[in-house]
């Protein structure tokens, strides 16, 4: 199993500043990889696939990079509703592996 | 608009039986690989079954092999995930999710509300 491990755990941040996540695989996962974003009480919703592709009606100031193992998601310029917790996920290999997830919260 | 619509969720005790239900529409649930993925309280997101377009082909997570049965009804576009012999560990809010793709082995584009299931005595 890939393991998937998210850095910081805690992320704060005041409203306008540039945030940047990380996510590590234990192995390579190619370009096979996504960001998502869940806010309390709701589903996740999609936000980057393919590493870099943003999905639909995401804003630019979402960006991801990376391939392989080492992966970042970039926001930036932080705006009130984008406080909530991320999570990466591989989708390389069986089973599909999600990360313990990075909350972004208000400094 | 895509929509998935879970149901099913509820109270059960350990070693029972649950079978969730996943309404779809808005988009050809026919030519669309389907997952579940589950959250328990306060924790992460775990993928638990993936099933293919004709749902000949399904994939499990370990801790829930011979337990939980992924399944799907075309003609009705309904998703389902019959699970058995629950234990306490199995306590999280289930989702349906649509695969991006097609084929299987996908992150997901759609997500439900979700349904809560809780394994207790």
């Known amino acids: 199993e890939i393991v998937m491990t998210q850095s910081p755990a805690t992320l704060s941040v005041s409203p306008g500043e540039r945030a940047t996540l990380s996510c590590r695989a234990s192995q390579s996962v190619n370009s096979n990889f996504a960001w998502y974003q869940q806010k309390p009480g709701q589903a996740p919703r999609l936000l980057i696939y393919?590493?870099?592709t943003r999905a639909t009606g995401i804003p630019g100031r979402f960006s991801g990079n990376g391939s392989g193992t080492e992966f970042t998601l970039t926001i930036s310029s932080l705006q009130s509703e984008d406080f909530a917790v991320y999570f990466c996920?591989?989708?390389?290999?069986?089973?599909?592996?999600f990360g313990g997830g990075t909350k972004v919260e208000i400094k | 608009e895509v929509q998935l619509l879970e149901s099913g969720g509820g109270l059960v005790q350990p070693g029972g039986s649950l079978r969730l239900s996943c309404a779809a529409s808005?988009?050809?649930?026919?030519?669309?690989?389907m997952s579940w993925v589950r959250q328990a309280p306060g924790k992460g997101l775990e993928w638990v079954s993936a099933?293919?377009?004709?749902?000949?082909?399904?994939y499990y997570t370990d801790s829930v092999k011979g337990r939980f049965t992924i399944s799907r009804d075309n003609s009705k576009n309904t998703l389902f995930l019959q699970m058995n012999s629950l234990r306490a560990e199995d306590t999280a809010v289930y989702y349906c999710?649509?695969?991006?793709?097609?084929?299987?082995?996908?992150?997901?584009?759609?997500w439900g509300q979700g349904t809560l299931v809780t394994v207790s005595s």
């Open positions: 808005g988009f050809i649930f026919s030519s669309y690989a």
């Open positions: 996920q591989q989708y390389n290999n069986w089973p599909l592996t």
């Open positions: 393919g590493a870099s």
């Open positions: 999710a649509k695969d991006l793709r097609q084929w299987m082995g996908n992150c997901f584009d759609d």
């Open positions: 099933i293919s377009t004709s749902g000949a082909s399904t």
